[in-house]
């Protein structure tokens, strides 16, 4: 069994910043891609962050610039680094991965998010 457990989320003023983070556990024999998505109030569920095992990323355009997604491989644990945070950027964000396990299956999964909220 796998688990991600996210944290860091909180309430920041615009133009602040925050630091998320999501540990992956369980029985993992490797991760391939780790990486953030976000859900505001009344809106679907969108990819912000991506990075994959080799260390490339990808970020959705509302972030880039802003937002920086990092990973360290020996404590299966990525990092959203958000800075100059805009109220547009409220929402529950949730770790998602791409991880295979022990039994060499491979399969999605998700944290239960964490909140952040940029208000003044």
């Known amino acids: 069994q796998v688990q991600l457990v996210e944290s860091g989320g909180g309430l920041v003023q615009p133009g602040g910043s925050l630091r998320l983070s999501c540990a992956a556990s369980?029985?993992?024999?490797?991760?391939?891609?780790m990486g953030w998505y976000r859900q505001a109030p009344g809106k679907q569920r969108e990819f912000v962050a991506l990075?994959?095992?080799?260390?490339?990323?990808n970020y959705a355009d509302s972030v880039k610039g802003r937002f920086t997604i990092s990973r360290d491989n020996a404590k299966n644990t990525v990092y959203l680094q958000m800075n100059s945070l805009k109220p547009e950027d409220t929402a529950v964000y949730y770790c998602?991965?791409?991880?295979?396990?022990?039994?060499?299956?491979?399969?999605?999964?998700w944290g239960q998010g964490t909140q952040v909220t940029v208000s003044s």
């Open positions: 990075i994959i095992s080799g260390g490339s990323t």
């Open positions: 998602h991965a791409s991880i295979t396990a022990t039994t060499r299956e491979r399969d999605n999964y």
């Open positions: 369980g029985s993992i024999f490797s991760i391939y891609a």
